[in-house]
């Protein structure tokens, strides 16, 4: 059986018989470089990291372009480290596949060591080498994937959250949350020496520089507020010529490990595939199975250098940019899309994306979201051509059967997305003279859709628990009573509420009764949520 660690790597022709391509540099030697010099340390190891970011820096590695490794930190769900990470030697095994079935196999071995933040732990030996790292000057950037929830420092009500008060009271010397801890890393940094180094936020968010500047100035100023760091810490990181927080835009689908690689890869002969749900419900596995498509578009910004990411497919640019690039994916060639697909599926009784790309309807549905009402106001960034990319979405994204995303997964959050994801285009039509955004049909028919996914009630009739969302009691709370066959709800109080919708007023631009229309169809009874769409999507 082939076994995936470094003992194992020795036997280098039954990896090649099954198919898998190997690390082609001294593991060693890169390990021993990166001890010396580290350059780059990553926060929140996860899928995306392991999948996309460390096979990047392989390609580096491997062309003989870089030297060191990458150093993996992880902040929560410490479990992780012993099943994943420390038995098979940082090591991955990363599965890319396409939809025509072909399956790329690749071991992933950027990553030279995996540290635990507990900074609450004195005298750990994972804190003491994390400190030492941020302390020597070769350090260029930390990178996170810690999604975008990791950098919020306050609650629904606008407070801090309670382990953040915890944190401003306490200190640099034992950080809990994220961004505490980064913040704490830095000011080691700051009191060593002064050294630059750059932050890149790699999270699948809107400005997601900006938002990790934010929460690590905002702990930073509260530290010294509180006389609990050295006032000269928060000038040093908003010197740009030392500190830097370029934005980043990154687009990959790597979805919880999947049965059916996991059955691929025992087959090949390869021991110890198991898929692990840890107590904190992480779902993870030495494997990450992940689309072939990828994009990581990052603002040229870095202090103190960076690795020659370009050669391996990653673009360098300016933030203008990667602000159009983010603009053309959340709010018209990929988001919006994805949104219309998950509620609709939900109710369908859908449990893949790629399913649902199989259905006329609903294939109809996203290409008219798409094409028709959302290309003619795309932000063009024009190192990636809109229509290019929406081509590759539909066609061999969305319709990969062997990318295991869920609608369910899809669906989380979408209180908090709605307004970027419909309401921008809306404004686009709005801003027009020439386009009336009360002629759009498919993007008010993914609203209405979200609406009656809200009852929890699917097209047959049947409760089904709905995804988490902040916003999902009081949305709830308005549809109360709703039922199936009536012809009259309080929907109009959700869509009324303009903060959903980016600030777009819905009933003032002729939107409003539209959707509420239309959702009343859904609630007509049984089937109704299909018969609705088919009415609208011919």
Same mark, same amino acid.
């Given at each position: ?76 769900? +410490?479990?992780?480290? @012993? ?5 098979? /030697?940082? &090591?991955?095994?990363? =599965? $890319?596949?396409? %939809?025509? !079935? ?96 750059? +932050?890149?936020?790699? @999270? ?5 520089? /900006?938002? &990790?500047?934010?929460? =690590? $100035?905002?702990? %930073?100023? !509260? ?316």
């Amino acid at each position: 059986m082939l076994q995936l660690n470094r003992e194992g790597l020795s036997d280098k022709a039954a990896w090649e018989a099954a198919g898998i391509e190997l690390p082609q540099f001294d593991l060693d030697a890169v390990a021993n470089n990166t001890k010396i010099k580290p350059q780059w340390v990553h926060i929140g190891a996860g899928n995306i990291f392991r999948g996309f970011v460390a096979n990047a820096h392989q390609k580096l590695l491997n062309s003989g372009k870089a030297d060191t490794g990458i150093i993996a930190v992880k902040t929560f769900d +410490f479990e992780v480290i @012993d099943q994943v990470f420390k038995p098979y /030697d940082n &090591l991955t095994l990363l =599965v $890319l596949m396409s %939809a025509s !079935g072909e399956f790329k196999k690749n071991v992933v071995g950027s990553i030279t060591e995996i540290l635990g933040a507990d900074m609450n732990r004195r005298g750990d030996v994972d804190v003491d080498r994390l400190i030492e790292v941020f302390e020597n000057p070769s350090l260029q950037m930390a990178s996170f994937t810690i999604t975008e929830k990791g950098y919020a420092l306050n609650g629904p009500d606008g407070n801090y959250l309670p382990v953040v008060e915890k944190d401003l009271a306490n200190g640099p010397d034992q950080p809990v949350h994220v961004m505490s801890i980064a913040a704490s890393l830095a000011y080691r940094r700051y009191l060593k020496g002064q050294y630059p180094m750059t +932050f890149v936020s790699m @999270d699948n968010c809107s400005r997601n520089g /900006d938002k &990790l500047k934010d929460s =690590v $100035l905002t702990i %930073a100023k !509260g530290w010294a507020g509180n006389g609990l760091v050295e006032e000269g810490f928060v000038k040093y990181l908003q010197d740009e010529n030392k500190i830097s927080f370029p934005l980043s835009m990154i687009d990959k689908i790597t979805p919880r490990p999947s049965e059916k690689v996991q059955s691929a890869l025992t087959g090949l002969g390869l021991s110890g595939m198991e898929i692990i749900v840890t107590p904190k419900n992480t779902y993870t596995a030495p494997f990450v199975n992940a689309e072939i498509s990828e994009y990581l578009v990052i603002e040229d910004k870095f202090t103190n250098g960076r690795p020659a990411l370009e050669e391996a497919g990653i673009i360098f640019t300016d933030r203008e940019t990667v602000n159009k690039i983010e603009t053309m994916k959340v709010t018209t060639c990929l988001n919006p899309l994805h949104t219309a697909l998950a509620v609709s599926g939900c109710l369908l009784g859908y449990t893949l994306i790629a399913d649902e790309m199989k259905d006329d309807t609903l294939r109809r549905f996203v290409e008219i979201i798409g094409y028709r009402e959302g290309l003619p106001v795309v932000v063009d960034p024009g190192i990636i051509h809109p229509r290019q990319f929406l081509d590759e979405v539909l066609q061999e994204r969305f319709a990969n059967p062997y990318i295991p995303d869920t609608p369910q997964r899809i669906a989380t959050d979408t209180s908090q997305k709605v307004g970027i994801r419909f309401g921008e285009t809306i404004k686009s039509y709005i801003r027009r003279d020439d386009l009336n955004p009360a002629d759009l049909t498919a993007i008010p028919l993914a609203i209405a859709a979200w609406c009656r996914y809200l009852l929890g009630v699917n097209d047959r009739g049947d409760s089904f628990t709905l995804s988490p969302d902040p916003l999902l009691d009081t949305l709830q709370g308005h549809l109360q009573g709703t039922a199936l066959g009536d012809r009259s709800s309080n929907v109009r109080k959700i869509l009324e509420d303009d903060k959903l919708f980016g600030g777009v007023r819905l009933y003032e631009i002729g939107l409003g009764g539209k959707i509420e229309s239309m959702f009343h169809e859904m609630l007509a009874g049984p089937g109704a949520v299909r018969s609705t769409l088919e009415k609208y999507m011919k």
